[in-house]
C-alpha cells in the first residue's frame, strides 16, 4: 500500500460544529521580526494574513473564546542561533506581536524557545485549566513553527483545526 493510501484512510467529513466551552484559538508567531519593515527575517507579504487572521480574532472575541498569540522570545546564546540569523531576541521589538493584530485585554501570550507552541511552554497547562479540548491555529511558517505547533496539541488529545 503506498504511503499517500495509507494516509488517505480518514473518517468521513463531517461539518464543523465547535463547542465554544472548549474551544481556543492559538496564533502563531505573527511579531514583528517577520512582519514590519526592520524586522530581521520579514516573510514577503506575510501582511496578507492580517485580515483573515483579525476576521477570526474578532469572531473569537465575540464568542467569547480563548485566544493565545505564541512568540518567539529567544536569549542571545540561544542554541537555534547555530542554524538561524539571531532573531526575536527577548525584550526587543523583533518579538512582540505586530501591532495590526485585533487583541484584546484578556488575551494571553506565551514565549516560546522552539518552534512548537507547547514544547518547554505553559500553553497545555493553561488550555487545560481551561478546559479546552479544541484549538483553532494560525500564524506565520507553516512548515515549520505553526505545523511543529498543531502536532503537538494533537498527541496530547486535543481536536486541532
Same mark, same amino acid.
Request: charged share 20%; aromatic share 8%; glycine share 4%.
Given at each position: 500500500? =503506498? &504511503?499517500?493510501?495509507f /494516509? $488517505?484512510? #480518514?473518517?468521513p467529513?463531517?461539518?464543523l460544529t465547535?463547542?465554544p466551552?472548549?474551544t481556543?484559538?492559538?496564533v502563531?508567531?505573527?511579531?514583528? $521580526?517577520f512582519?514590519e519593515?526592520?524586522?530581521?527575517m520579514?516573510? !514577503?507579504?506575510g &501582511? !496578507?494574513?492580517?485580515a483573515?487572521v ?5 469572531a473569537?472575541?465575540q =464568542?467569547? +473564546?480563548?485566544?493565545?498569540? &505564541? ?5 542571545p ?6 542554524k #538561524?540569523?539571531p532573531?526575536?531576541?527577548r525584550?526587543t521589538w523583533? =518579538?512582540?506581536?505586530v501591532?495590526a493584530l485585533?487583541r !484584546?485585554?484578556d488575551? +494571553?501570550?506565551?514565549?516560546?524557545r522552539?518552534? %512548537?507552541?507547547?514544547f518547554?511552554?505553559?500553553l497545555d +497547562?493553561?488550555? #487545560? $485549566?481551561?478546559h479546552i479540548?479544541t484549538?483553532l ?5 507553516t512548515?515549520?513553527?505553526? /505545523? %511543529? /505547533? ?7 488529545g486535543?481536536?486541532?483545526r
Amino acid at each position: 500500500m =503506498a &504511503t499517500d493510501t495509507f /494516509s $488517505e484512510q #480518514r473518517m468521513p467529513a463531517q461539518p464543523l460544529t465547535l463547542d465554544p466551552t472548549r474551544t481556543a484559538v492559538i496564533v502563531v508567531d505573527m511579531v514583528n $521580526e517577520f512582519f514590519e519593515p526592520g524586522g530581521k527575517m520579514v516573510l !514577503a507579504g506575510g &501582511t !496578507a494574513l492580517y485580515a483573515p487572521v483579525n476576521a477570526l480574532l474578532d469572531a473569537a472575541h465575540q =464568542a467569547h +473564546l480563548p485566544v493565545l498569540y &505564541t512568540n518567539q522570545w529567544l536569549r542571545p546564546d540561544d542554541a537555534l542561533f547555530k542554524k #538561524r540569523i539571531p532573531h526575536c531576541l527577548r525584550d526587543t521589538w523583533g =518579538a512582540q506581536l505586530v501591532d495590526a493584530l485585533h487583541r !484584546a485585554a484578556d488575551d +494571553l501570550v506565551v514565549p516560546k524557545r522552539r518552534y %512548537s507552541a507547547f514544547f518547554g511552554t505553559d500553553l497545555d +497547562l493553561l488550555l #487545560r $485549566e481551561r478546559h479546552i479540548t479544541t484549538v483553532l491555529v494560525v500564524g506565520v511558517v507553516t512548515n515549520i513553527c505553526v /505545523s %511543529s /505547533s498543531v502536532h503537538d496539541p494533537f498527541f496530547l488529545g486535543q481536536v486541532v483545526r
